[in-house]
């Protein structure tokens, strides 16, 4: 896997060559963190050439975009193709990641992430899912 990385502004595009699997997952990681300590608010992962997605790649997009959101910034995976796509729905990522078009009819299929809202100072937390079960 090879991983390229561009910055205008607060926005980072990555692009992932290859596959993303257990033994590359960390160099995601280390062009990603970085750049958010950076100050970088708005993350592109360009997928185009990405041809296979493990579990634990999987699982490094989880949780760069929870580091991310945290972070008041948003994430956005771009050109899934067909393959990767089936991969999200059967993982049920495709909750996580909302899938829509970005507008280019020969861009892929895009997926946004939106940073996580924040409750204003002295406002009620909303109920956790927790909250609302019945008592079995």
Not at 2 to 18: H, N, P
């Amino acid at each position: 896997m090879s991983i390229r990385s561009t910055r205008e502004g607060d926005r980072v595009v990555i692009s992932v060559e290859g596959q993303l699997i257990a033994g590359n997952r960390q160099q995601l990681k280390d062009v990603v963190l970085p750049e958010i300590d950076r100050g970088a608010r708005h993350f592109v992962i360009d997928f185009a050439d990405t041809g296979y997605i493990d579990s634990a790649g999987l699982g490094v997009l989880v949780s760069l975009s929870k580091r991310i959101r945290e972070s008041d910034a948003t994430l956005r995976l771009a050109n899934l193709n067909e393959d990767l796509r089936t991969l999200f729905e059967l993982t049920k990522l495709d909750t996580l990641f909302s899938f829509g078009g970005d507008g280019h009819a020969d861009s892929g299929v895009t997926a946004d992430l939106a940073p996580k809202p924040r409750p204003a100072s002295g406002a009620a937390q909303p109920p956790r899912d927790d909250d609302l079960r019945p008592d079995a």
